[in-house]
């Protein structure tokens, strides 16, 4: 399965895409080169990665040297917390579309369901003097969301989705909708499989794309020291015996393993490398097949909420948003 239909407008989104969180921008215009050279047509990024113009100009230096074209790539990209609102979203797709030198986008999506007020000087968040987020608490997906269509319908996307949205949040948008989300990007992995909320994206035709499909082993160093995190709570997929166990029975790598798992059950993912060895080998997941067995011992190492690391509690005081998604580790609450 090496691309997914999307609906409505049936578009295919390929399976494998490069995900570009904390590739710097003097590091990913190469690994974007590369990465295209290699055979990857799909590229994740975000107006927060800061790394939009260096993609843009990669993907135009592929397009100038001939080696494809504009149609033969997939490229997504995420309007920011602090553009989640209506007024804002145009604003905000104009500036990335010049960034990335595109005239579309193949999918936008809504980046969080929550939204803070924006420095409008440096495009970030405000912080207050005590560290806390200013929160939008007036979000309203439903009329971001109406704002999203009419770019949808002028060409400037070519599709639509949410990122970490909660089921009752999707819903709500889809009630209202004229086109329904098409793509949820979740964080999803060996040990937050999310089947639920896949269920419901399956009976609603809306495809499922996994962020830190390898459990994100990089982020742990990422967020040393960042308010409420502590590296301790960061797994270790690629070093757990029974994914190196069938791995060795493939002959593959622990992180083959881990995204063979994910893409077999019609899953896209997003693994993030800088490394021209492990952008190959993320590549070489669709030659083997694991047996039913080893699926289900795979799925059995899910920890349910347990195994979320992004519940971006970092940004302090996020949980107080109205639309914060998640269950709060500590009551077990879920915001809705
Ligand atoms: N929507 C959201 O809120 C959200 C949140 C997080 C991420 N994302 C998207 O999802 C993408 C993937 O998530 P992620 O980057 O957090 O985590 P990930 O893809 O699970 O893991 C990336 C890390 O794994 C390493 N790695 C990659 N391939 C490997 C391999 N074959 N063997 C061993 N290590 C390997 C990378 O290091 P090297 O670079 O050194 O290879 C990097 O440190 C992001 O880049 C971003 O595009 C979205």
Not at 76 to 81: A, D, G, S
Request: charged share 25%.
């Amino acid at each position: 399965m090496k691309s997914l239909k999307l609906s409505q407008t049936n578009d295919e989104m390929p399976t494998l895409g490069l995900g570009t969180w904390q590739a710097p921008p003097d590091v990913i215009e190469s690994t974007v080169l590369k990465a295209l050279d290699l055979g990857y047509r799909h590229i994740d990024t975000a107006f927060n990665y800061n790394n939009e113009e260096a993609i843009g100009a990669a993907v135009q230096k592929w397009i100038s040297d001939g080696k494809g074209t504009r149609e033969d790539l997939f490229i997504t990209t995420k309007l920011p917390h602090v553009g989640n609102r209506a007024s804002d979203v145009r604003k905000f797709l104009e500036l990335q579309l010049r960034r990335l030198q595109m005239d579309y986008v193949n999918l936008y999506l809504i980046h969080v369901p929550f939204g803070f007020f924006c420095d409008p000087k440096k495009l970030t968040p405000i912080v207050k003097s005590d560290g806390e987020y200013e929160l939008d608490s007036k979000t309203n997906h439903v009329e971001t969301w109406k704002v999203m269509e009419e770019c949808q319908k002028e060409g400037l996307v070519k599709n639509l989705g949410v990122s970490n949205f909660n089921e009752s949040q999707i819903r709500n948008i889809m009630q209202s909708a004229t086109l329904a989300p098409q793509v949820l990007q979740i964080e999803l992995h060996a040990y937050f499989q999310q089947r639920e909320l896949r269920d419901f994206c399956t009976e609603n035709n809306i495809v499922v794309t996994a962020y830190a499909p390898l459990g994100s082993p990089g982020a742990k160093d990422h967020f040393v020291n960042k308010y409420n995190y502590s590296p301790d709570v960061f797994p270790d997929l690629l070093g757990l015996p029974i994914v190196k166990e069938v791995a060795d029975n493939h002959g593959k790598t622990p992180a083959q393993v881990l995204l063979h798992f994910l893409v077999k059950q019609q899953i896209v993912v997003i693994p993030k490398s800088t490394s021209e060895h492990r952008l190959k080998e993320n590549m070489q997941i669709y030659d083997f097949e694991m047996t039913d067995d080893e699926m289900n011992r795979l799925k059995k190492l899910d920890k349910g909420e347990k195994g979320r690391i992004f519940n971006f509690l970092f940004w302090k005081g996020v949980e107080k948003h109205p639309e914060y998604p998640f269950k709060l580790p500590h009551t077990g609450d879920l915001k809705e």
